[in-house]
């Protein structure tokens, strides 16, 4: 049975992104880098009574990642979707942040979003369907937040260059890109972000979008 496979599970998108497609009967695989933030999404969607895999990987270890998703998929089937929503978020202004810190910050950003879709997009392509989901941000780059404006910008451009390398197999990529502070209750609510990637998932191919924008 296939499902969706979320990396970057933790508190808000991620747990709510996973409820959203527990709540229509998939099978989810929960992947991030502590065991803690795991074990609570995982308790929580057990209300909805379907599968759930849980696996431990940093999302900048290839190796690492790659064996938790086919972990996952052992357990689980060959994911319908697979949505990445890891970020390293930290305000650093031009000249701040040292070349180590950028080069890590690349690596969770834009990286990981890499090697997760090199590892399961092919096998989308093949069956003729899937969607592959980032989570994005910063429309607009802002020199409080250097480190990060560029990943989401470079996160951008990927999504763009692995639709043009597995879409017209099927597999549908697209970005969720998320213009404010994630808070329960406010017009950046967890819950209503997620309505974004089921209507991604879901979306005829003939209408499907590269990009959808949640501005509140």
């Not at 880098?33 to 696996?55: K, Q």
């Not at 810190?101 to 997009?121: C, E, F, K, P, R």
């Not at 941000?137 to 597995?166: C, F, H, I, N, W």
Request: aromatic share 6%; glycine share 12%; proline share 7%.
């Amino acid at each position: 049975m296939s499902g969706a496979v979320v990396i970057g599970a933790g508190p808000g998108i991620g747990r709510s992104v996973a409820r959203r497609f527990a709540r229509e009967g998939l099978p989810v695989g929960l992947i991030a880098r502590s065991a803690g933030p795991l074990t609570e999404v995982a308790g929580e969607l057990s209300a909805f009574g379907v599968p759930v895999a849980v696996r431990t990987a940093d999302s900048t270890d290839e190796s690492a990642l790659r064996a938790a998703l086919d972990a996952v998929a052992d357990e689980l089937g060959p994911p319908d979707v697979v949505v990445y929503n890891a970020a390293l978020i930290r305000p650093d202004r031009p000249g701040e942040l040292s070349v180590r810190g950028q080069l890590d910050a690349w690596a969770v950003n834009v990286v990981g979003a890499l090697t997760a879709a090199a590892h399961v997009a092919p096998g989308m392509a093949r069956r003729g369907r899937g969607t592959f989901l980032v989570t994005g941000g910063m429309p607009e780059p802002k020199r409080q937040y250097v480190s990060l404006s560029l990943g989401k910008a470079g996160l951008r451009t990927l999504v763009a260059l692995l639709d043009q390398e597995y879409g017209p197999s099927g597999v549908h990529v697209a970005g969720v890109t998320v213009d404010g502070p994630v808070a329960p209750g406010t017009a950046f609510d967890p819950d209503d972000i997620a309505e974004h990637y089921w209507r991604l998932h879901t979306q005829p191919r003939a209408q499907w979008q590269r990009e959808v924008l949640h501005t509140g």
